[in-house]
């Protein structure tokens, strides 16, 4: 008689329902939802269904060779299935009782794996590793919904290998469609752990996490050390995208221009104050800007300044209309200007046409100095059509009222840009002359790159002097290494012997690039500074 009622039930319900599992000729309500398949065989308490047997019902359904219903436990056992839950295109290894095992779940960019997925409503989860854009994500439990995903004992990390830098919240709220995680945060970095309180992240987004320390020698001889744009997290602020930041910075040490800067700023406003060398204040408020300097260290920076210079853009269009107080060494009154440019791209197959006009004039009224004009800007023709580029660009710039205006502030210099350069598959040629009319810089460069052994260039520079310069680049590591060394040496040289020396040298480990640059021009080209600099650097990978 079960047997029976079980059949009669099965022919009733395929005919009630249309959904996809309704449409398979044998059919049964149970409590997790609607099961079919094409074949049904009954074996004591267990009902059999084959042939695209089927699993559904509101948000989720599921699809396996055969799906197996313990009648008594109203349990499933079931292997290799396939479907939708919740929106995510879902693969498990098995059904078992009532819930997925060994689940891997797909949607847009995000991948998951899932040790259990319980068949409740909403969707449980128990294990989850989540990889995004951005982020590498485990969590101890989740809860599904179409809309978010609730994660209990939440881990993220940006790194690729360990996690040096991480983002703990003991409950997150992910929303699928922005990518965007909320909650209480605590932000780890190495053995640290800064409570950061509400905070978001975007799993699309990688967080934007530089190094505040900075170390570096120029070649004047003097060292910068201290902290710059140090991060002061407010809540609900995004990571890595924090507004409020400190800078403490000590320039010039070794020299007579030792100094000490100290600033703080959020958004576009903020503060900074010098002491030492060139001491002075500096606030502004997005477009104001006010300065003071009571020993400016040349006769051209402001001892006084008042600016006011909103920018406004509309598609192409950037306009920069500027009013301005300024008194230096050598002038003083009130500047209104008004600069701005236009860029534009024709495109027309594999061909693009870019014009880009620009001009700025500056009056000074009751001051009685002449008004000041730059024009200019660029024109760029580009080809590219598989492995073939071509582009030729021309930019330069005028002062055809005066050469020299009062203020530095707008002061635009004239020169001449003409760039011309090709490339098929991995080797480009390129050349580029610089103010023609004044001091010329020629300068030929081939180049040659590979993804196996990296990138190799040869250039030929003429100017105040003749140099050649090869350079090299290795290979950047593919983020699936943990630990990796990385080298750009370069060398310039000509009949004199050698003209300058260069050498970037990188150590990737599973977060982070420790960079250290190190340069020395023994020769220039006309006013290029001598000697050597070494710089510094932390970033994530």
């Not at 500027?322 to 003083?332: I, P």
């Not at 330069?396 to 098929?424: I, K, M, S």
Request: aromatic share 10%; with cysteine; net charge negative.
């Amino acid at each position: 008689m079960k047997v029976k009622w079980l059949w009669a039930t099965a022919l009733g319900v395929s005919l009630a329902l249309a959904g996809p599992c309704g449409q398979r000729p044998y059919t049964l309500e149970t409590e997790e939802g609607l099961l079919g398949g094409e074949e049904m065989s009954y074996d004591g308490e267990i009902l059999v269904f084959e042939g695209r047997a089927c699993l559904e019902r509101e948000g989720l359904y599921l699809e396996a060779p055969a799906i197996r219903y313990l009648e008594a436990e109203g349990s499933f056992q079931a292997e290799g299935l396939k479907g939708v839950a919740e929106g995510w295109q879902v693969e498990a290894e098995a059904l078992s009782g009532k819930a997925l095992e060994g689940v891997r779940l797909n949607r847009g960019r995000l991948r998951a794996q899932v040790a259990r997925l319980r068949l409740e409503t909403p969707l449980q989860g128990e294990g989850v590793l989540l990889e995004s854009p951005a982020y590498r994500v485990r969590a101890a439990e989740a809860t599904f919904t179409r809309e978010e995903a609730r994660l209990k004992g939440f881990l993220a990390t940006p790194c690729p290998c360990g996690e040096d830098v991480r983002l703990r919240m003991e409950e997150a709220t992910f929303l699928v469609a922005t990518g965007e995680l909320r909650g209480e945060a605590a932000l780890g970095l190495w053995g640290l752990e800064i409570p950061l309180g509400e905070a978001t992240a975007n799993a699309n987004r990688r967080p934007d996490l530089r190094s505040p320390l900075v170390l570096a020698s120029s070649d004047t001889g003097g060292w910068t050390v201290g902290l710059q744009d140090f991060p002061l997290p407010q809540p609900g602020e995004e990571i890595g995208r924090w507004e409020r930041r400190f800078t403490l910075l000590a320039t010039g040490l070794g020299t007579p221009q030792e100094a000490l800067r100290l600033g703080l700023r959020e958004g576009g406003r903020g503060a900074e104050v010098r002491f030492g060398y060139a001491p002075g204040v500096r606030a502004y408020w997005d477009d104001l800007l006010f300065a003071a300097s009571p020993n400016p260290p040349d006769r051209d920076t402001p001892r006084l300044e008042a600016r006011y210079a909103p920018t406004f853009r509309l598609e192409g269009l950037t306009l920069r209309p500027f009013l301005r107080y300024a008194e230096t060494g050598r002038s003083q009154g009130l500047t209104l200007g008004l600069e701005g440019g236009y860029r534009h791209t024709f495109q027309e197959g594999p061909l693009a046409l870019t014009l880009r006009p620009e001009a700025l004039l500056a009056l000074y009224p009751f001051a009685g100095y002449d008004p000041y004009l730059a024009v200019g800007g660029g024109v760029e023709l580009a080809y590219r059509e598989g492995d073939l580029a071509l582009r030729a660009a021309y930019a330069g710039r005028l002062e055809p009222l005066t050469p020299t205006p009062p203020f530095t502030y707008e002061n635009r210099d004239e020169f001449q840009r003409l760039r011309l350069e090709g490339a098929l598959g991995p080797w480009s040629l390129g050349y580029t002359l610089e103010n023609p009319l004044g001091n010329r810089l020629d300068r030929l460069e081939g180049g040659y790159r590979d993804e196996a052994l990296g990138n190799f260039r040869l250039a030929y520079v003429r100017g105040s002097l003749e140099e050649v310069r090869l350079a090299y680049a290795m290979p950047l590591p593919d983020r699936a290494c943990c630990q990796a060394l990385w080298l750009a040496p370069e060398v310039g040289l000509n009949g004199e012997g050698l003209t300058r020396l260069g050498l970037t040298f990188r150590l990737y480990d599973g977060c982070f690039a420790y960079e250290l640059r190190w340069q020395n021009v023994l020769r220039g080209q006309y006013d290029e500074a001598t000697g050597q600099s070494l710089t510094f650097g932390l970033s994530l990978r």
